[in-house]
């Protein structure tokens, strides 16, 4: 049983580059959130989804851009990447009611170096 | 807005207790506590629905004041594996993580 599965786990990018990170679910969960963790730091919302087709801005959208256009996957795509997105990002998955929201099922993280 | 926990430092000798707190500005429909060890994705406790409470894990408890916007998280004769950075996450119209508490836990 795999859960959720996020893609690539450590990636290094030059200013200005592009690059989009993977996350697939197999728990026919409908909602789907990405998070960033600075070092230390908490969790900050970035994109949730409550099904396919359904985005929303969280705390901290800026520079980056997402899609739901299936239930398993939920891509987080980085645009002209800046040192300020050097973070773990974690993407993770829950099945309930929004407003009454169940257990947060979290994928590894992906680690994301910008120089 | 950002919850804000307290304290933002716990340490423990094995068999002691500890409460954090959780503390919003918004109303809030449910809180999430969640447990982070060092280099892994956080890990559920426990939710508390509005109007209830539900104790989720082991010697570990919650409780939610709808009204002060507040929840607590107890710790009752406290593991070595208790260790770790504990957030609670508040729910008003999209589930927000709080500052974070980090506890540790010595023989």
């Known amino acids: 049983n795999a859960g959720v599965t996020q893609t690539p786990k450590f990636r290094i990018l030059k200013i200005g580059q592009s690059m989009t990170l993977q996350c697939t679910q197999d728990?026919?969960?409908?909602?789907m959130y990405w998070y960033r963790q600075d070092p230390g730091m908490g969790l900050k919302l970035i994109y949730y989804s409550v099904g396919a087709g359904i985005t929303d801005k969280g705390e901290v959208p800026n520079g980056y851009n997402v899609s739901r256009s299936t239930t398993e996957d939920f891509p987080l795509r980085l645009e002209l990447a800046a040192p300020s997105q050097t973070s773990v990002y974690f993407c993770?998955?829950?099945?309930?009611?929004?407003?009454?929201?169940?257990?947060?099922?979290f994928g590894e993280g992906s680690r994301l170096t910008v120089l | 807005q950002q919850p804000v926990q307290s304290p933002q430092a716990v340490i423990l000798r094995e068999g002691e207790d500890a409460v954090i707190n959780c503390s919003s500005s918004k109303a809030l429909y449910s809180v999430h506590w969640y447990r982070q060890k060092h280099g892994e994705a956080p890990v559920f406790l426990m939710i508390l629905l509005k109007g209830g409470e539900q104790k989720g894990h082991e010697k570990i408890s919650a409780s939610f004041n709808e009204k002060k916007q507040q929840s607590s998280l107890y710790l009752t004769a406290s593991q070595l594996s208790y260790s770790g950075t504990y957030f609670c996450g508040t729910e008003s119209d999209k589930l927000i993580f709080g500052t974070g508490t980090r506890l540790q836990v010595f023989p």
């Open positions: 993770a998955s829950s099945g309930t009611a929004y407003t009454n929201t169940g257990e947060l099922f």
């Open positions: 728990m026919n969960h409908n909602y």
